[in-house]
């Protein structure tokens, strides 16, 4: 079974300049999540969809961060402009359902892609 | 205060040795609790659930103290192998993964 696909894997850009993210959960999983993680901290939930809805998009910058799950698969985080404190990786994970993430043992989180801001 | 607390750590412990980590957290609707390990530069996996029981996976202890809000990981035997960060993670309730900040073990030969 194909794991969580991300890309890309490693970015640079300069602050202010704009950065998208793709995510392509596990096939059959309707719930997926954006993390970021900050060196030396966990990661931090950015936004959860359910199929093509948002469930939690509570700590979600959103005058800069935008994301979005339109048909319900693959997903996009977006950061416009971008500031230094974004450096960080953005981890994409996927589960079944919510129920079953509570449960934790069905999460499972792609390599993740890491952006530094200059 | 954050919602789970871990100390960060490093641990440094010879192979062989016994190692345990301590995480808090603060909401009491917590209702799921696990530790993730999460290699340098890869992505968290799942290590194991823990319950209210305690359990016990090979050389790996968990248990859960809710009236203190507390959860606990033991590493008996450690190996070179088990060097890694350990990310405390609470559910609380029907909302997604919360973790804490995670506790650097390095296991030295």
């Known amino acids: 079974e194909a794991g969580v696909a991300q890309s890309p894997r490693y970015k640079i850009i300069e602050k202010r300049q704009s950065v998208a993210f793709w995510c392509n959960p596990i096939s059959g999983h309707a719930t997926l999540y954006w993390y970021q993680q900050i060196l030396g901290q966990g990661p931090k939930l950015l936004i959860q969809?359910?199929?093509?809805?948002?469930?939690?998009d509570s700590q979600l910058p959103k005058d800069r961060f935008s994301a979005e799950r339109l048909k319900g698969v693959d997903s996009t985080l977006k950061i416009q402009p971008a500031k230094l404190e974004d450096s960080a990786v953005y981890l994409c994970a996927s589960s079944r359902t919510v129920t079953e993430s509570s449960s934790g043992n069905t999460i499972y989180f792609g390599e993740g892609s890491w952006l530094t801001v200059v | 205060r954050k919602e789970v607390e871990q100390d960060p750590g490093p641990f440094n412990v010879p192979e062989g040795a016994t190692v345990a980590f301590n995480c808090t957290y603060s909401?009491?609707?917590?209702?799921?609790f696990f530790w993730y390990r999460q290699d340098c530069r890869k992505e968290p996996k799942l290590l194991m659930s823990?319950?209210?029981s305690g359990n016990e996976d090979g050389r790996f202890t968990a248990q859960l103290n809710r009236a203190s809000q507390y959860i606990s990981l033991l590493i008996r035997d450690s190996k070179l192998s088990d060097s890694a960060t350990y990310l405390c993670v609470v559910n609380p309730g029907r909302r997604a993964l919360t973790f804490g900040s995670g506790t650097r073990l390095q296991v030295q030969p």
């Open positions: 969809f359910q199929n093509n809805g948002v469930v939690d």
């Open positions: 909401n009491s609707a917590s209702q799921s």
């Open positions: 823990v319950y209210s």
